[in-house]
């Protein structure tokens, strides 16, 4: 089974603060995502990466950096937290690039909270 | 743009009743298309994907969706719904050579005994 794993369930920051989310999938997948789903926005892709220091821009990238310096690992960064970014953030994973059929293997989520 | 419209965002059955999400979709050229479910507390997980061949998917648990190219439809299925349906159920989009699969904003069944 796949696993995609989030390093919290739960957060809560303050206004200005540097967030790290950090994601991990054990199936040696090629694809990593972030995504934030909000309520009657449905999920929003923020960053993507097809390999390993690779990066692609999703939706919705303002605000968010992420770094790929292994295979497994896929971060999310909020470099100064805002409140307007409180939400669940999602992490996928998929294997290779291929003719999009490949389906993607979602994380737990962490509930982030920007006070 | 390509986008993805459920128009149902709440819905709510008894059980044993019938089931019909509604899922649009606006792109001109050649889509894979995927209904995810997520259920209370859990991970977003595939019901079932479509990318060729006989247009009506069968899925997990008794769902199936048909594409209907004409009316740039996907509509997911479910002749009998029970309790342990209720979640949230998402349409996607992944149209060809975009590298994205592209959500809709999701629709919340909720099933009562």
């Known amino acids: 089974d796949v696993k995609v794993t989030q390093s919290s369930r739960y957060l809560v920051k303050r206004t200005g603060e540097k967030v790290f989310l950090e994601c991990v999938q054990d199936m040696d997948h090629e694809n990593m995502f972030w995504y934030r789903q909000d309520p009657g926005l449905g999920l929003r892709l923020i960053y993507f990466?097809?390999?390993?220091?690779?990066?692609e821009k999703g939706d919705i990238p303002e605000g968010y950096s992420v770094s790929r310096e292994k295979k497994e690992r896929f971060s999310l960064i909020l470099e100064s937290a805002s409140t307007n970014q409180t939400s669940m953030y999602l992490c996928?994973?998929?294997?290779?690039?291929?003719?999009?059929?490949?389906?993607?293997?979602f994380g737990p989520g962490t509930r982030l909270l920007v006070l | 743009a390509q986008s993805v419209s459920q128009h149902n965002h709440h819905v709510i059955l008894s059980e044993a009743a019938s089931l019909e999400l509604g899922c649009n979709y606006s792109y001109g050229g050649t889509v894979n298309l995927f209904w995810y479910v997520q259920y209370p507390g859990q991970h977003l997980q595939l019901l079932l994907k479509?990318?060729?061949?006989?247009?009506l998917v069968k899925g997990i648990k008794g769902f199936e969706a048909e594409f209907i190219k004409s009316k740039f439809s996907f509509n997911l299925r479910k002749p009998s719904v029970q309790w342990s349906d209720t979640a949230e159920y998402f349409c996607?989009?992944?149209?060809?050579?975009?590298?994205?699969?592209?959500f809709g904003t999701g629709t919340r069944l909720q099933v009562f005994p």
């Open positions: 996607a989009l992944y149209p060809y050579n975009t590298d994205k699969l592209i």
């Open positions: 479509y990318f060729s061949g006989d247009p």
């Open positions: 996928a994973s998929s294997p290779d690039r291929g003719l999009g059929q490949e389906t993607q293997y």
């Open positions: 990466s097809y390999d390993v220091k690779m990066k």
